[in-house]
Each structure stands twice: as structure tokens, then as C-alpha cells.
């Protein structure tokens, strides 16, 4: 009766009918969407303290060897990784860089040079040779019979080590003021070059005749002493000052810069857990951050840990486990597992409303129409 009485009424109501019609056929095309957001829940499970200031790490099994720069050489249990237990502790002042490659330890020292012991017994490791020159190693990797050594001094030296007890130096590179990191792939070498003007360069090597080492490239500048850390074709370069540098080496004469991450502060090394396409990178003073580059263009930080103390300088990542040298509390054992969080959103197609609109647009006009 209303709607005969009042025809501009019946003509409002017969609008907003339509109206609703076309929101609710609208509603049916609108659906909720489950947001996933990633973040890392990292907890301390273990820690062993080994006097001073440890530098290194390396795990093999249940057993981790660790250097510390004051106090020497320790052989740890670490099968319960809540209580990491000595085997042995070696006195090796100033140890620093450390590479474990079969039944040897071969221990970079700032005072006696290339160390090479024996750990077949890991309850008593045995020195079996040295190679000192006079330099100070800072960084180990081993190929085969051939130790390459990053020394302080004298540049990467070349050293053969087919028999442990004689190792003798086959070839060097010098070039800036110290060569303090280097990374060892079939006949290429990555080198990190430290400058008197306190800057650090990535310089690529050649390496195929030990005689006759050449630069192939010099790349990244960065400000302060570096690091890296390579993993495929990737180069991750850690920076005192300058934060994480992430490169593609694919082409090794024309790297491409994917990425600069800065944290404000130091940054002594990173370590690429492929697994979970995760960087982490030592923070030195403030612990360590997590990065995520399942997009190396843009690495997303999705952790951090910090205990209040101490000063993290090197990070091994395992599975899991991340083993965490610091320069106060020793070795750290810590765990990670996703903390993933999903939160449900309503996706609603925009163009559907529109559509809507216009229908209901055209609608009004038809009826506007029709009254003149």
C-alpha cells in the first residue's frame, strides 16, 4: 500500500533493490585470503666457554673444533648439544683461522703461522708440522694436498701439504696491505684485499698455475676491513663498515650487484644456509641478524638474536643449529624454527565493484529515462 501510494517511494526502493542485488551477487566473488608472514624463533640451547676471545668454528659430526685467540685450541662433544663437553684443549696462542680436512686440523695462527696437528685421536691431538715465514694467517681453505692462506702479511700463500709434516709454500699473490679472507673454486680464487686507505676491494684470482697467480678482476670497493663467504655462484661480501654485499658471479668477469643490506653497524661474516635460502649475518657487538633472500635482490629480515653480552664473529650453520663464535662468551649453540604467523584477510575483487557500479550507473539512467 506504502509503495502504491507513494510512486517516488516505490521507485527508490525498486533502485536500492537492484542495489543490493548486484552487492550480494558482488559478496559471493569475494574470498578470504591466508597471509603468511615469516619470522624466526631462535633459542640458546648451549654454550661452552673457552677462556677469552674464540674466532672459529667447525663441525664434523658431534665433534666441534674451536679456536680461540688467546687461549688456544679446543676439541668439543657436542652430540648433546645442551652440554657441550671437552675432549682436549691445546695451548696455540693467537689461533684465529681454522680448516678441518680428514684426520688434520690445520689452525692459522698471527704469531707461528700455518699450524697442522693430527686429530685422528680428537681425545689428543698431535702437532705434526708448521709453516711460519714470519707472516700472520688469517683465513685457511684446503684443496686437495694444497693449503691456500690468507696471511696479514704476505699476501695468499700457496702451500703444499701432501705430506703434513713438511709443507712448503709453492706460490703467492701480495697486492694492497694484507689479503684478509679468501674462497677457493676450481681454478678461481676470491680474495678479499685490505687497502691503507681502510679500504677493502673483492679481487678474483687465477690459480690454475700455483707459479704464476693473476688478478682476473677487481670488483666491489667496500669501506673497512671484509669478509666473504661464497656459495654457488654467489658471493656474499661483509663489511666493517659498509653492511652485506650480495654479488652473482655466473659470469666471473662481469659480476652483477644484487644486493647492499646495511645495519648500521659492524659486520664481521655471514654465512648462507642454501636449506632455507637464509643469510646470517655476525653483527659483531649486537649479535647476529637473519636474512631471507629467497629474493637475492631483496633480502627481508626476518630474525635477530642478541644475549646482551659479548661480540659474535664467526657463524656456522647446520641443519638447524647455529654454532656461534663469540669473543666473550666463548662457543654458543643456538636453534632456529620458523615462527610463522598467518593472518586471514578479506580479498575483495575491485573490479567486480566497479562493474557493479556501472551496471547500477546505466540502471538509474534507464529508469530516468523511461519517467521522461
Request: overall charge negative.
Amino acid at each position: 500500500m506504502v509503495i502504491l501510494l507513494f510512486p517516488k517511494k516505490r521507485k527508490f526502493l525498486s533502485s536500492l533493490t537492484m542495489f543490493l542485488i548486484l552487492l550480494i551477487l558482488l559478496s559471493q566473488q569475494a574470498s578470504v585470503t591466508r597471509v603468511k608472514s615469516i619470522a624466526l624463533d631462535i633459542t640458546k640451547i648451549g654454550t661452552f666457554d673457552t677462556g677469552i676471545s674464540a674466532f672459529d668454528v667447525v663441525v664434523e659430526g658431534d665433534i666441534a673444533f674451536v679456536t680461540d685467540d688467546y687461549t688456544g685450541f679446543f676439541i668439543l662433544n657436542i652430540s648433546d648439544p645442551t652440554n657441550p663437553t671437552q675432549l682436549n684443549h691445546t695451548e696455540v696462542y693467537q689461533s684465529y683461522a681454522l680448516w678441518i680436512e680428514g684426520e688434520y686440523a690445520f689452525i692459522g695462527t698471527f704469531a707461528s703461522g700455518l699450524l697442522i696437528f693430527d686429530i685422528s685421536d680428537p681425545t689428543n691431538p698431535v702437532k705434526v708440522g708448521e709453516y711460519d715465514d714470519g707472516g700472520s694467517a688469517t683465513d685457511i681453505k684446503v684443496v686437495g694436498d694444497i693449503a691456500y692462506v690468507a696471511d696479514y702479511t704476505d699476501g695468499l700463500e700457496v702451500i703444499n701439504v701432501s705430506n703434513p709434516t713438511t709443507p712448503f709454500e709453492i706460490g703467492n699473490y701480495t697486492e694492497g696491505e694484507f689479503i684478509n679472507n679468501d674462497h677457493i673454486q676450481d681454478d678461481i680464487a676470491f680474495v678479499t684485499v685490505y687497502y691503507s686507505n681502510q679500504d677493502s676491494q673483492l679481487v678474483v684470482l687465477d690459480i690454475s698455475n700455483h707459479s704464476q697467480i693473476s688478478a682476473v678482476l677487481h670488483s666491489k670497493m667496500v669501506n673497512g676491513s671484509a669478509t666473504l663467504h661464497v656459495k654457488n655462484n654467489l658471493v656474499f661480501l661483509s663489511s666493517w663498515n659498509d653492511g652485506l654485499t650480495i654479488l652473482d658471479f655466473t659470469n666471473i668477469t662481469k659480476p652483477v650487484e644484487l644486493s647492499t643490506y646495511k645495519n648500521g653497524g659492524v659486520t664481521p661474516g655471514a654465512f648462507y644456509n642454501e636449506k632455507d635460502n637464509l643469510v646470517f649475518l655476525a653483527r659483531y657487538s649486537l649479535g647476529f641478524d637473519v636474512l631471507d633472500i629467497s629474493d637475492p635482490t631483496n633480502p627481508i629480515l626476518v630474525g635477530n638474536y642478541y644475549d646482551g653480552t659479548g661480540s659474535t664473529t664467526t657463524i656456522l650453520v647446520i641443519d638447524d643449529f647455529i654454532y656461534v663464535t663469540d669473543k666473550s662468551d666463548g662457543l654458543e649453540i643456538l636453534q632456529y624454527e620458523d615462527a610463522d604467523t598467518t593472518e586471514e584477510a578479506l580479498s575483495f575483487p575491485w573490479v567486480y565493484l566497479i562493474v557493479t557500479i556501472a551496471i547500477f550507473y546505466l540502471y538509474r539512467k534507464i529508469v530516468k529515462k523511461e519517467k521522461n
